[in-house]
């Protein structure tokens, strides 16, 4: 399909799903994907987007995020829509609904998203049985991670951490703990000083324990844009003296920009896309800055565009993950942002993806 009739099939698509509630238009998605009805779109990688992080060879640097795919019914087909990596999740130890419907809103008019949607998932069970048998029968190339969060209920959070981890450390790539959605009372706590060196101390000791003899599966820490410097220092501190592996920044932010315009702006949940672009992009390089990029860090919030992942690597990203600007460009976004992203570091001179990490801090 050529670009431009792909371009056509997606608008043709996305003004369809348009017609549906957000969360039921995400789940005709999702069935699309898992039943084969997306055809594989992907053009093969310029190898200027190859980059190696964590020992792990990403043909580009350009994922898609966890709540996507919650479960890991489509992970195959969303590698082929071209991706270098996806991240399923974030599920939890026991299967739990989520807050109540809605709790998806589209802010059309800023190119954003709002959700609470809390958590909801099948359970840590079912995501394992199905990330086992897509290990042993592998139909695309990619890297694929896995993204735990605690029930609801749980009043040790880092127990559940610790099953999750547990349960699926032998069958992702990566892992990464999800402490940061605003949407599960409590969790955002997790990131205060005391409370993340504690937990990042016992999951790393459960990976250890569960691949013990293995290849250890580098384990990551999701963090969320609305830290004040102190808790970024904390951060910063603790993800160095652990030996985490790395860090995700951010997630979804609580904070209401006052250019919002769309109607669903002061729906209650974690807001994304667009509008988060400024907020997470200055976030991840204060991070950077904090690790003297001595950890790989995942750039994530707002990425809509070559431009905008290009600004996250400069910024201090290995690697840059989207999610809320599919629900607006459709399933070829990933393609354009690798031309686009491919352009611009040959524009300026660089051989590779890691030549630019961090640029705009030397």
């Not at 431009?4 to 997606?10: E, S």
């Not at 999702?30 to 009805?37: C, D, K, M, S, T």
């Not at 690597?313 to 600007?325: D, F, M, P, T």
């Amino acid at each position: 399909m050529t670009g431009v009739r792909a371009r056509i099939v997606d608008k043709i698509a996305l003004n369809a799903l348009y017609t549906l509630p957000p969360e039921t238009a995400h789940h005709a998605v999702l069935f699309a994907l898992e039943h084969g009805l997306v055809g594989q779109r992907a053009a093969p990688d310029d190898p200027v987007l190859k980059t190696r992080v964590w020992g792990l060879d990403f043909t580009n640097p350009i994922g898609l995020a966890a709540g996507f795919d919650k479960d890991a019914r489509a992970v195959d087909a969303i590698l082929a829509l071209g991706f270098g990596f996806v991240e399923a999740g974030t599920v939890t130890p026991k299967p739990q609904p989520g807050n109540p419907k809605p709790r998806l809103f589209r802010l059309d008019e800023d190119q954003g998203v709002i959700n609470r949607l809390g958590f909801n998932s099948g359970g840590v069970d079912a995501f394992a049985k199905r990330m086992a048998a897509r290990y042993h029968r592998r139909r695309a190339p990619g890297i694929v991670g896995a993204n735990v969060g605690k029930n609801k209920e749980t009043v040790d959070g880092a127990a559940d951490y610790v099953i999750g981890i547990e349960t699926v450390a032998k069958l992702a790539d990566y892992l990464v703990c999800n402490i940061s959605s605003p949407n599960t009372p409590g969790l955002r706590a997790m990131q205060a000083r005391a409370p993340i060196e504690d937990l990042l101390k016992r999951v790393l000791a459960a990976r250890d324990k569960a691949v013990a003899g293995g290849r250890k599966p580098p384990l990551l820490a999701k963090v969320g844009p609305d830290l004040s410097p102190e808790q970024l220092s904390d951060i910063a501190e603790v993800a160095l003296a652990t030996g985490v592996d790395g860090l995700i920044i951010g997630n979804t932010t609580i904070e209401r920009p006052v250019s919002l315009k769309s109607p669903e702006k002061s729906e209650a949940g974690g807001l994304s896309g667009a509008p988060l672009l400024k907020q997470a992009t200055a976030c991840l390089s204060e991070i950077y800055r904090l690790t003297k990029g001595r950890i790989p860090l995942i750039g994530c919030g707002g990425v809509a565009s070559g431009a905008d992942a290009y600004a996250k690597i400069k910024a201090g990203a290995s690697l840059v993950q989207v999610y809320s600007a599919m629900v607006f460009h459709g399933p070829g976004l990933a393609n354009r942002i690798k031309t686009e992203l491919a352009a611009c570091l040959k524009a300026d001179g660089y051989a590779s993806v890691a030549d630019a990490v961090g640029r705009d801090h030397h």
